[in-house]
């Protein structure tokens, strides 16, 4: 089985991810994108051998969101 990614369906994830994380949030895109990739979620996410770009956006919303509630 391969590692490899199709990075234009990754980069359109993240994209996704993010929308969902600015909403869930209430911030602004730009803000979003800043918290997501300053994230160990995202750090995992962007690795392929963890399998995570299989997961639900929801999921790794949440798991963003269980990252930020640890971090404060």
Same mark, same amino acid.
């Given at each position: 089985?391969? /590692?490899?990614?199709?990075?234009?369906?990754?980069?359109m994830?993240? $994209?996704?991810?993010?929308?969902? #994380?600015?909403?869930?949030? +209430?911030i602004?895109?730009?803000?979003?994108? /800043?918290?997501?990739?300053?994230?160990?979620?995202?750090?995992?996410? $962007?690795?392929?051998?963890?399998? #995570?770009?299989?997961?639900? +956006?929801?999921?790794?919303?949440?798991?963003?969101?269980?990252?930020?509630?640890?971090?404060?």
């Amino acid at each position: 089985m391969s /590692d490899l990614v199709n990075p234009t369906l990754l980069q359109m994830k993240y $994209s996704r991810i993010i929308c969902l #994380l600015a909403k869930a949030l +209430d911030i602004s895109i730009p803000d979003a994108m /800043d918290v997501f990739y300053r994230s160990e979620t995202y750090l995992n996410l $962007s690795e392929p051998k963890n399998h #995570l770009h299989n997961m639900g +956006d929801l999921y790794l919303v949440d798991e963003l969101l269980l990252e930020l509630q640890r971090g404060q």
